[in-house]
């Protein structure tokens, strides 16, 4: 079974630039999960997808941070424009449902804001 | 708030000794427990869960911990330890009557393996 992928990797910009990150999950897994882990300390949940509709949005700093999920599957993370404190891991998770389920972890995308 | 703290940044043992990674938990309500670990460029793994019965939970890697509730602690151990177990453990907690299941981590403990 495909685990969760995650693309870019690695991704280095300039303050005040814009960057997406991409996940695809494990299929079947109805939540999808955005953490961003800072160099550290462990991971903070940023948003979390039911299907298409968003959960928790509640610790997503909603003037530079955007997510979608379209269709309930793949999922797109936006930042714009970056902060130099956005620098971290941003590590994309998926789940059959909510409640004490295992979550599976992507490898993460490694951001550098310069 | 609901908290996790891991007691211990930095964990160094030898080869073939036992493995002690403490966390607590601030909460009243005793919540869902996990126990993940992070090896170098990768993303999270799950070594076990505890969310209900058994105190004593088994997972994978010959780890296991132990939930306690008059401590609020759920410690992780391994008999002996690998060169292969080098890497950064978190433990998380998950509240029991969330609507979200939404995921609280501790800040992590790297553990190191000496030969």
Redesign the interface.
Known sequence: EAGVAQSPRYKIIEKRQSVAFWCNPISGHATLYWYQQILGQGPKLLIQFQNNGVVDDSQLPKDRFSAERLKGVDSTLKIQPAKLEDSAVYLCASSLGRLAETQYFGPGTRLLVL | AQS?TQLG?HVSVSEGALVLLRCNYSSSVPP?LFW?VQYP??????LL?Y?SAATLVKGINGFEAEFKKSETSFHLTKPSAHMSDAAEY?C?V?ERY???????????TTLQVKP
Do not use: D, H, R
């Open positions: 996790v940044s869902y993940y460029n990768q993303g999270l793994q799950l869960k969310t978190f998380a998950s969330s609507n979200t299941g939404k995921l609280i981590f501790g800040q992590g």
